[in-house]
């Protein structure tokens, strides 16, 4: 099979597409012909090394991914061949420790994110998936729309609905809600009832952003103080929710845009930077700070059936073909891209 595979660390030149053996399914394994396989923040670290947990190369990087079973292992009882599919990213879990029990499967100690570790991963025309890790895939929603659900919908959905317990009393600020995270969290709070209230630094998708019901978009550099803009929109309130994909470059005007009694949550982090704050400006105004780490296999079944009623709009910045990976990675890296990139995997282009 044709895989890209990165054999080091390095820039984007270290994805090569390779020719590879098909890998065997084990007994509660299936085999995946990969349609598609969202590309993500994660993989871009791990190809340049910055991520190193649990990570060994050479790697065939991807963990967002949806296609049809090919071929299933002996102990293989939900799913047959020819079921489309899309996958929970964290395999090889040991389901009894309390993160498994309690279906936080991103915690358990056993847990290999596909993708980070050897020739298994989702930029291939095959991958292997453990059985607990399949949901099915309605067939409205096509493939290359389903492959980053757990990773970019999921994640919010915990977000907003299951940490953020966002009600339609609440006004909701989205930083990089323009993002892959954030283009998909705007919509969830949206959902939820709330008035929502975007920020981006680059134009893209503003009017997209509108379209989905967004009350206002505030655009500014990034750095920039943009508390006043939330001062005047909230008649001095401040917003009850920020669902938060930026981090960093972002922390002094989400911090005083915060009503008081707010919930912070921490979905991203797109810089290496820390940021350096008092207890008491946290306190004194009662703010809840919250974060998400990942999404569970319920957050994935929820959100394709979200997907599945229309009610979340998976968003694809743009595709590009397996053998492009490297520009794939080049086109993230630049920015400027409203939703998710994707690699749509078709044997007959290689
Ligand atoms: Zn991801
Ligand atoms: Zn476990």
Not at 3 to 10: F, N, P, Q
Not at 62 to 72: K, R
Request: glycine share 10%; charged share 20%; hydrophobic share 40%.
């Amino acid at each position: 099979m044709w895989a890209v595979v990165a054999k080091e660390t390095g820039g984007s030149d270290v994805l090569a597409l390779v020719n590879i053996e098909i890998p065997i399914p084990g007994e509660g394994q299936v085999l995946v012909k990969v349609e598609a396989c969202g590309v993500c923040r994660h993989d871009v670290l791990v190809r340049q090394g910055v991520f190193r947990q649990n990570v060994s190369y050479p790697v065939i990087l991807g963990h967002e991914i949806s296609g049809e079973i090919v071929s299933t292992g002996k102990k293989i009882k939900k799913f047959k061949t020819g079921d489309r599919v899309v996958c929970l990213p964290w395999s090889n879990l040991c389901h009894v420790c309390k993160y498994c029990q309690t279906g936080r499967n991103a915690s358990c100690p056993d847990a290999v994110l596909i993708g980070d570790t050897g020739l298994n991963g989702g930029y291939a025309e095959y991958v292997i998936i453990d059985e607990y890790n399949l949901v099915k895939l309605p067939d409205q929603i096509p493939c290359d729309e389903a492959s980053f659900i757990s990773c970019a919908i999921g994640t919010v959905f915990n977000g907003v609905i299951d940490i953020g317990k966002v009600t339609p009393r609440d006004t909701v600020l989205v930083t990089g809600a323009n993002g892959g995270l954030g283009i998909h969290a705007i919509q969830l709070a949206l959902l939820s009832g709330a008035r929502v209230i975007a920020h981006v630094t680059s134009a893209d998708a503003m009017d997209e952003l509108i379209d989905f019901g967004v009350d206002k978009v505030i655009f500014t550099d990034r750095g920039e103080d943009f508390s006043p803009i939330i001062d005047d929109l909230t008649h001095g309130n401040g917003v009850d929710v920020v669902i938060d994909c930026v981090g960093t470059p972002v922390f002094r005007p989400v911090l005083k845009s915060m009503a008081q009694y707010g919930r912070w949550v921490l979905c991203g982090q797109v810089t290496g930077d820390f940021v350096k704050f008092s207890p008491a400006q946290i306190f004194l105004k009662g703010i809840n700070l919250l974060s998400t780490y990942g999404s569970t296999k319920e957050h994935l079944e929820s959100s394709v059936r979200l997907v599945k009623d229309g009610k979340v709009k998976p968003v694809i910045a743009k595709r590009f073909s397996l053998e492009h990976a490297k520009d794939a990675h080049n086109a993230l890296e630049s920015g400027g891209n409203a939703g998710r990139i994707v690699l749509t995997i078709s044997g007959e282009n290689l």
